[in-house]
């Protein structure tokens, strides 16, 4: 095994306690590793650790190429570990504490040691009970959502429909003995038997069990199946029920507002009185502890308690990413009283008493606006505590189209609007019906009302969950995603390219915060393209609007934080993996499987294609955290060579589109964006699974370009769905700027290293040779010069490529003189410049590079990434 293995904490130092437990991937080198069972985990002193280990992948030879690891909670973490393959010690780690899962008929029972948790098979409740020392800290978990019959637009009234999730299957994915994984499935049922049979919202809830936590995380996935112009989301939230059992005033509130300030009360306050019941009750109050008995009290407090009011009901709710507000009421039917307001809350707040109590935090609360967290009824014996992932008391979602659709009516029409706004119009394509989004919560089970501290600590590693990584230097060694290298600030030109590199990220990162790309629907997602001279990203101009993975910005991402192990820059990615993979594609309907382009709404435009859905986005999250929400989205893409069958993805622009018609013998199928997707899906299903299909449908069309007389240059092969195989007797030329900027050169890189086929290789590299060679050169080798030549700078990693493999100094002195000629606007140092606009101009101080765009600057950083990697070494000076 390659010695150096040294897995680190990705923001540095470890987090001062583990207390919910953590899940990495991490990668092997081909041929070094036989199974997972081989893996142990020490810490920093040498020590084995529990841990627990799983496949996520294989490499051909059937070595292990990816694996899950998990370590249990614990309240001291090493500063680092290191990964061995000895097999030597227990992977569970001696008499450490296990997960133990108990199955019935009925139910699931998970106990980590700490706490407990029961799940019923079905039913309306996500579990029966959650419990700490024998303790039941919260009871009958539960979905809700609330159905409007129309927006709220003046005068009028609208009718409000409650819903409740309604379990119908259980899975145990895992069963430890570090981690459990218990997956749900159902949907939403009306509460009310007057409201008849009518299901929507189909859910998944995933539960994550760790030895020893006191926590459990929760994620919970759905999708959207309403009808946008009928069905208004006015909320949707998990709901718990809270025992309590001390007298009021040792119940307690706790709510964290914004930079890791709390509101901490009783539901009976006894500070502030104009009688005092006594420095130690008033210090015991505050601090959580149980009070003195009433004995023990100023008598004057005692006897009068039942005139002192009880706070019955709080709610925080974060109707935008910049405000919050606070406030309580006594009882349904008097009136809220305002507590406080703030910026951005972090999602948390817990309901306790001495004996126990529940504490919940929304992962990215402020971030995915609007928000809410509801305390009921804690004057009672039973309380409720709603998580609310939209706000009742915001809007109703409205996700109806846009506008009226011009009159474009006909594909001629559309094709004309495409030339004015970019937005690719099709009546009917507009439509939400499919799209999903994923929140994560963590739910604290307390065996009394901890320390204000312990809280903050909780909410804090609740918002920004502790992540061990592999460092760049192991993930390259292990030759892993493609044509990548470490950070290397080795010369000055190198150093000028890592700083503009930087400079994109930076100015990105800067761009979500002063634009405010945060919401439900678009948290993740970035701008298109910049308007200077509105000062504003053109977020209501057609197609130039929120960017969906146009030119792959996910992979820049991915493979930045690859290189330089940035914390920053792996958050950033994981929110853009959790959006697009998410809102951009269909998970259910007639487009299942496929994304949308670019669009002022994510799901708006017209053009539904696997260059958005594909895989090749997702699976570096999947593998690097293993997470089952993300394998989930890969996994609904094996079968999703099936689409072109159902929608032609060049049906407005096909040069036979007199003639063509879906044949499930002989589909139009590019060989640029959609084979490099249907590559990525099937190269990973293959590795996840070891499918025979999906390997098989790889395999055989690689072969198949490999036999075109053009091989990728032909542009377009007739597929076979029922055979997997493309018709290779196709001697036609047709070249798109577009073919290799959706992930094609990174998976055409892997799959001629991983797969011994000359004949793929070879058309590969010819494609990747000619792309930008001269016309003279173009002729000579295939008879014509080719069209559709654009993007020169981002297609210089095409001729670093060929020069890496063909060992060329010609071809790697023409792949950075492209890179500099480029063509687009990343070309010239005053790109990488920011100009700040104030106010009045502006409704806010912005900075602005107003030649930057998205398009531009991812690829701009994959071409960077790629051609240091391959001909670094050729770079001028």
């Known amino acids: 095994m390659t010695a150096n293995t040294r897995i680190r904490w990705i923001d540095g130092a470890p987090p001062l306690e583990l207390s919910g437990g953590t899940t990495w991937g991490i990668p092997f080198a081909r041929g070094t590793v036989s199974g997972a069972d081989k893996l142990t985990v020490h810490d920093a002193g040498g020590l084995a650790v529990a841990s627990q280990a799983w496949p996520l992948a294989t490499w051909p030879d059937g070595s292990l190429k990816w694996a899950g690891i998990a370590l249990p909670a614990t309240d001291a973490p090493s500063p680092e570990y290191q990964v061995n393959s000895d097999g030597g010690a227990s992977p569970g780690g001696g008499t450490s504490p296990k997960v133990?899962?108990?199955?019935?008929?009925?139910?699931?029972?998970?106990?980590?040691?700490?706490?407990?948790?029961?799940?019923?098979?079905?039913?309306?409740?996500?579990?029966?009970?959650?419990?700490?020392?024998?303790?039941?800290?919260?009871?009958?978990?539960?979905?809700?959502?609330?159905?409007?019959?129309?927006?709220?637009?003046?005068?009028?009234?609208?009718?409000?429909?409650?819903?409740?999730?309604?379990?119908?299957?259980?899975?145990?994915?895992?069963?430890?003995?570090?981690?459990?994984?218990?997956?749900?499935?159902?949907?939403?049922?009306?509460?009310?038997?007057?409201?008849?049979t009518r299901s929507w919202l189909p859910f998944v809830?995933?539960?994550?069990?760790?030895?020893?936590?006191?926590?459990?995380?929760?994620?919970?996935?759905?999708?959207?199946?309403?009808?946008?112009?009928?069905?208004?989301?006015?909320?949707?939230?998990?709901?718990?029920?809270?025992?309590?059992?001390?007298?009021?005033?040792?119940?307690?509130?706790?709510?964290?507002?914004?930079?890791?300030?709390?509101?901490?009360?009783?539901?009976?306050?006894?500070?502030?009185?104009?009688?005092?019941?006594?420095?130690?009750?008033?210090?015991?109050?505050?601090?959580?502890?149980?009070?003195?008995?009433?004995?023990?009290?100023?008598?004057?407090?005692?006897?009068?308690?039942?005139?002192?009011?009880?706070?019955?009901?709080?709610?925080?709710?974060?109707?935008?990413?910049?405000g919050f507000e606070l406030r309580k009421r006594t009882a349904p039917g008097h009136a809220w009283v305002g507590i406080s307001g703030g910026t951005r809350a972090a999602g948390f707040c817990s309901l306790s008493d001495t004996h126990g109590g529940l504490g919940v935090c929304v992962r990215d609360f402020w971030q995915s606006h609007p928000g809410q967290l509801d305390i009921r009824n804690a004057a009672t014996d039973e309380a409720s505590l709603t998580a609310w992932l939209y706000s009742p008391e915001a809007q109703p979602m409205d996700l109806r189209f846009y506008h009226d659709g011009l009159g474009q009516d006909t594909f001629e029409d559309q094709l004309e609007g495409l030339e004015i706004t970019y937005e690719d119009y099709e009546p009917g394509f507009g439509n939400p019906n499919g799209i999903a989004r994923t929140h994560e919560l963590t739910l604290f089970a307390y065996s009394s009302t901890p320390a204000t501290e312990t809280l903050a600590a909780d909410a804090k590693a609740a918002s920004t969950p502790a992540l061990l990584q592999a460092t760049p230097e192991y993930l390259h060694s292990a030759q892993v995603f493609g044509d990548w290298a470490p950070v290397d600030r080795s010369t000055p030109a190198r150093a000028e390219l890592e700083d503009r590199l930087d400079f994109l990220f930076d100015f990105y990162a800067g761009q979500v915060e002063q634009r405010r790309w945060y919401g439900f629907w678009n948290y993740g997602d970035v701008m298109h393209t910049y308007d200077a001279d509105r000062h504003v990203w053109r977020y209501d101009v057609g197609g130039y609007a929120w960017d969906n993975s146009e030119l792959s910005p996910d992979l820049w991402l991915w493979y930045s934080y690859l290189r330089s192990g940035r914390a920053d820059i792996f958050r950033f990615a994981e929110a853009m993996t959790r959006h697009t993979g998410e809102v951009d594609v269909y998970h259910s309907g007639p487009w299942r499987g496929l994304g949308s382009r670019h669009n002022v709404q994510h799901w708006g435009c017209s053009a539904k294609q696997l260059r958005i859905s594909t895989p090749a986005y997702r699976r570096f999250y999947y593998y690097l955290t293993a997470d089952e929400r993300t394998g989930d989205l890969l996994s609904e893409l094996v079968d999703s060579d099936q689409n072109f069958l159902g929608l032609d993805p060049v049906r407005k622009v096909r040069p036979d589109i007199a003639t063509y018609r879906p044949d499930r013998n002989a589909l139009g199928v590019g060989l640029g964006t959609d084979w490099g997707s249907l590559a990525?899906?099937?190269?990973?299903?293959?590795?996840?699974?070891?499918?025979?299909?999906?390997?098989?449908?790889?395999?055989?069309?690689?072969?198949?370009?490999?036999?075109?007389?053009?091989?990728?240059?032909?542009?377009?092969?007739?597929?076979?769905?029922?055979?997997?195989?493309?018709?290779?007797?196709?001697?036609?030329?047709?070249?798109?700027?577009?073919?290799?900027?959706?992930?094609?050169?990174?998976?055409?890189?892997?799959?001629?290293?991983?797969?011994?086929?000359?004949?793929?290789?070879?058309?590969?590299?010819?494609?990747?040779?000619?792309?930008?060679?001269?016309?003279?050169?173009?002729?000579?080798?295939?008879?014509?010069?080719?069209?559709?030549?654009?993007?020169?700078?981002?297609?210089s990693r095409l001729s670093a490529y060929a020069a890496s493999r063909l060992r060329d100094p010609g071809l790697a002195a023409r792949a950075w003189e492209s890179f500099a000629a480029g063509g687009e606007h990343l070309n010239h140092h005053s790109a990488f410049t920011l100009r700040t606009i104030e106010p009045p101009h502006v409704l806010l101080s912005v900075d602005e590079a107003p030649t930057v765009s998205t398009n531009d600057a991812s690829q701009f950083g994959l071409a960077v990434i790629q051609n240091l990697a391959l001909v670094g070494e050729h770079l001028p000076h």
């Not at 809270?242 to 930079?259: E, K, N, Q, T």
């Not at 000619?770 to 020169?792: H, K, N, R, S």
Request: hydrophobic share 40%.
């Open 680 to 795: 990525a899906t099937w190269l990973t299903d293959w590795e996840r699974t070891g499918n025979p299909r999906s390997r098989d449908r790889l395999l055989g069309t690689m072969a198949d370009i490999g036999a075109l007389k053009y091989g990728f240059l032909t542009g377009e092969a007739l597929y076979n769905l029922d055979k997997g195989r493309f018709d290779a007797g196709r001697e036609a030329i047709r070249v798109s700027h577009l073919s290799a900027v959706f992930g094609l050169v990174e998976i055409c890189s892997e799959l001629v290293d991983l797969v011994p086929d000359k004949d793929f290789e070879r058309a590969w590299l010819q494609y990747c040779r000619l792309f930008l060679a001269t016309e003279q050169e173009q002729t000579e080798a295939v008879g014509q010069p080719l069209d559709g030549i654009y993007l020169t700078q981002a297609h």
């Open 100 to 196: 133990v899962v108990t199955e019935t008929e009925d139910t699931v029972t998970v106990a980590t040691g700490t706490l407990e948790m029961v799940i019923g098979r079905s039913g309306s409740a996500l579990f029966s009970t959650l419990s700490r020392g024998g303790v039941t800290v919260a009871r009958d978990g539960r979905l809700v959502s609330l159905l409007q019959d129309g927006p709220a637009e003046g005068p009028g009234s609208f009718a409000r429909e409650a819903f409740t999730g309604e379990v119908t299957a259980v899975v145990i994915e895992q069963s430890g003995p570090v981690r459990a994984v218990v997956r749900l499935e159902g949907t939403h049922r009306p509460d009310s038997p007057a409201s008849g």
């Open 205 to 322: 809830v995933r539960f994550y069990f760790y030895a020893g936590a006191r926590s459990v995380r929760l994620v919970h996935s759905f999708i959207w199946d309403g009808d946008a112009d009928q069905d208004f989301l006015a909320g949707l939230g998990v709901r718990f029920t809270v025992p309590l059992r001390s007298g009021l005033h040792d119940r307690h509130i706790r709510i964290a507002g914004a930079d890791g300030g709390f509101l901490a009360e009783a539901v009976r306050g006894l500070t502030g009185l104009r009688r005092d019941p006594g420095e130690a009750v008033r210090r015991a109050q505050i601090a959580g502890s149980p009070t003195p008995p009433l004995a023990e009290w100023n008598e004057e407090v005692s006897r009068r308690l039942h005139l002192i009011p009880a706070w019955n009901d709080y709610t925080l709710s974060q109707l935008s990413a910049d």
